[in-house]
């Protein structure tokens, strides 16, 4: 009973719109740019716990001057490469590994291969085994630099620069990915767009939100009609959760989302006849138009993270 308590639960909310990514504000939308993290492959491959402190540097370098950066992919992104100059061993004790290296950081543009900025950094790090020189080395990176602040004012000026040429067309491309029901990708491209170009990415805005009703009522056709298959196979708890699936993937604003609520009710009354729901729209006290582009902004970041290469061989970057 509770298993079917907990699926009768879950359909309601679903049902009832209640999406926590939509309603959380993780500070980027409307910000600006994001930059994808990268770490490409290194002539000498770095111990995981250097790369895992690269990350975080590379991270620090684009938020302190001002730019979001995160894993998610996306076209822009902040990488860099570690040359090795020398390598020495300390004698001890206890034993230290000395290692002198210069970290060019890169911004670029993945699919087009073209840098955007770059700058090298000369760095020195000692400590009691390789990872730990790399990572006391890497810990010395000055992100508050003004030679690192110089260099990311560079990439974003460009990738400025980039979006006003070429806004337009990339919001042209975005509406024939979505005649071909290509949804996700055109969410990808339209939400990546900076609020910084404001002309641009008014006209984005509208786009999407065009494209999103669209969106929204072909995913309530598809996921109802596999709904109520799956509950006209099995009229009980087992059909229930298997429709459920498909019901949690459908909109709050769908065209079809009333006959999804009264599948809805019916399959509470035969599963849990007892069971009370109090329909909610989106979250209270949310803006609705807000909500709806944080969602397609989800959308279109899973879609480029469906897209990210589990390794960069960027041998371009030079």
């Known amino acids: 009973m509770k298993t079917i308590v907990r ?11 209640i999406f926590p990514a939509c309603a959380q504000d993780n500070g980027l939308i409307g910000q600006g740019i994001t930059l994808s993290v990268i770490v490409p492959e290194q002539q000498d491959p770095l111990p995981a716990e250097a790369e895992s402190c690269l990350v975080n540097k590379l991270t620090q370098v684009a938020i302190n001057n001002g730019i979001a950066a995160g894993r998610d992919f996306g076209r ?3 990488a860099a490469n570690i040359g090795m100059a020398t390598k020495d061993i300390l004698p001890g004790p206890p034993t230290q590994i000395s290692q002198n290296m210069e970290i060019t950081l890169y911004i670029a543009d993945y699919f087009d ?14 400590g009691t085994n390789e990872a730990k020189s790399f990572i006391n080395a890497l810990q010395n ?14 990439g974003k000026d460009k990738i400025l620069a980039y979006y006003r040429q070429q806004g337009d067309l990339i919001i042209q491309q975005a509406k024939t990915l979505a005649a071909q029901r290509k949804y996700e990708e055109a969410f990808f491209l339209l939400t990546a767009i900076p609020d910084a170009v404001r002309d641009v990415y008014e006209r984005a ?19 109802l009609a596999k709904a109520r298959a799956a509950w006209a ?31 809805y009710t019916e399959i509470r009354d035969k599963v849990l006849a007892d069971w009370q729901f109090e329909m909610k729209k989106w979250q209270d006290g949310i803006d609705l138009e807000s909500q709806r582009i944080e969602a397609m902004r989800q959308i279109g970041v899973a879609y480029g993270n469906g897209q990210q290469p589990t390794t960069y061989g960027l041998g371009w970057l030079r």
């Open 7 to 17: 699926i009768i639960l879950w359909l309601g909310f679903v049902l009832a719109g």
């Open 76 to 78: 822009f992104f902040i």
């Open 205 to 223: 805005m509208d786009a999407t939100l065009e494209i999103y009703q669209s969106y929204v009522d072909y995913l309530c056709e598809v996921n």
């Open 141 to 154: 990176l000055p992100v508050k630099s003004p030679q690192l602040n110089q260099f990311v004012t560079e």
């Open 233 to 263: 196979a099995h009229q009980n708890s087992e059909g229930a959760e298997a429709a459920g699936v498909f019901l949690s993937q459908i909109y709050p604003d769908a065209k079809c989302h009333a006959e999804a609520m009264e599948l």
């Open 113 to 126: 291969q073209k840098i955007y900025s770059s700058t090298t950094i000369k760095a020195t790090g000692v």
